[in-house]
């Protein structure tokens, strides 16, 4: 199929779909031509959410990439997840309704400069969180998500030494956790470092019945006073296992969707960031997948994930030791 220039250029299929009058129905019936399966991360809108064949933290994206066997892969979430999923099934086509949905998180991590970094430590194992590059995952040792760092990093002998890539707040909260000394690469996401703890607090002392849930990319100072601290899929658990009836989220708002689906009769506040003329709750990577694009991606087969053969090779390897220890683990 000839790929159009604008295409190209705007890196998601921009075709007119106006005749269509259930967006919905019209891409589900699509998906059921073509054997295809819908992923979505928590962050993404509810519509898409609500649509997916199966939602759900990094972790368990990866895990249902590694196990479906359709014949495609859609990914609503960011690059990084589509190009995991097609790490580990080269075999399938996978999908992503828009190529710039990258991440903040992994552009803080290029690869010339993260070797340079690992060289001068020959002797330490390199442990990279998920949100990665391909190139990045293939300098690695093992890949972690926030679900499994924990037990990932424990399951180290005490005396291994560790480098920790590439989030400085997830690596320092690990650290804090296990008593490691992990040497950190200096990346972040803009997304969890815009939370403003002032006006957290603030929500706090006119809400003293709230719990503060945050996700470990947060800042330290806003970690310290969260009640919960865990991946989305561990504060999804949280809010919906625990008594108390309302929690202020310090995460993308997205995944309030299915905190709200799971315990109707709560409250959740999402956290402001210290910026109020943005919504920078929301990650605008994540949010810039929309249902006409999903279908787009899925009628015209693009975009779709390539990832070099002797890249893949390398960076299968630390993406499959971590399933395999999460599988252990019963993670
Ligand atoms: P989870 O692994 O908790 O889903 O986090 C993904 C992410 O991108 C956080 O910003
Ligand atoms: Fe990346 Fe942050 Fe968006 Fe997660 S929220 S995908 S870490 S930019």
């Known amino acids: 199929m000839e ?44 519509k898409i959410q609500d649509i997916a064949d199966f939602v759900g933290d990094s972790l368990a994206l990866a895990q ?9 892969i859609m990914v609503a979430g960011v690059h990084f997840m589509g190009e995991s999923a097609k790490i580990l099934s080269p075999e399938k086509t996978i999908i992503v309704p828009d190529l710039n949905a990258g991440c903040s998180l992994a552009d803080s991590c290029p690869p010339d400069a993260f070797e340079k970094f690992i060289n001068q430590y020959p002797d330490h194992k390199v442990v990279t969180y998920v949100n990665t590059s391909a190139e990045i995952k293939a300098l690695s040792d093992i890949v972690v998500t926030s679900t499994n760092a924990k037990a990932i990093v424990d399951s180290f002998p005490e005396n291994e030494k560790l480098i920790f890539g590439p989030d400085r707040n997830l690596g320092n909260y690990i650290n804090s956790i296990t008593g490691r000394d992990m040497i950190l690469w200096d990346g972040a996401c803009h997304v969890h470092e815009k939370f403003s703890l002032e006006k957290i607090l603030d929500i706090k002392k006119e809400n003293p019945d709230a719990e503060i849930l945050a996700h ?101 390897k630390p993406i499959e030791r971590m399933l395999e220890v999460s599988d252990k683990l019963g993670l």
Request: proline share 5%; hydrophobic share 40%; with cysteine.
């Open 3 to 46: 790929l159009k220039s604008d295409w190209l250029k705007n890196g998601f299929v921009n075709e007119p779909i106006e005749d269509i009058e259930n967006i919905e129905e019209a891409f589900l019936k699509l998906k059921k031509e073509k054997n295809a399966v819908l992923m979505a991360h928590f962050y993404q809108e509810d």
């Open 216 to 316: 470990p990319e947060c800042k330290k100072q806003l970690l310290m006073v969260a009640d919960h601290i865990g991946s989305t899929a561990a504060l999804l658990k949280y809010s919906s296992d625990n008594s108390s009836n309302k929690y202020i989220v310090a995460t993308e708002s997205g995944i309030i969707h299915q905190m709200r689906l799971k315990s109707p009769n709560k409250t959740f506040i999402p956290a402001p960031p210290n910026d109020s003329t943005c919504a920078c709750n929301d990650c605008e990577f994540m949010r810039l997948n929309t249902m006409s694009k999903l279908y787009n991606a899925l009628k015209f087969g693009w975009p779709n994930i390539e990832v070099k053969e002797d890249i893949r090779v390398k960076a299968v």
């Open 64 to 72: 249902f990439a590694a196990k479906t066997d359709a014949e495609i």
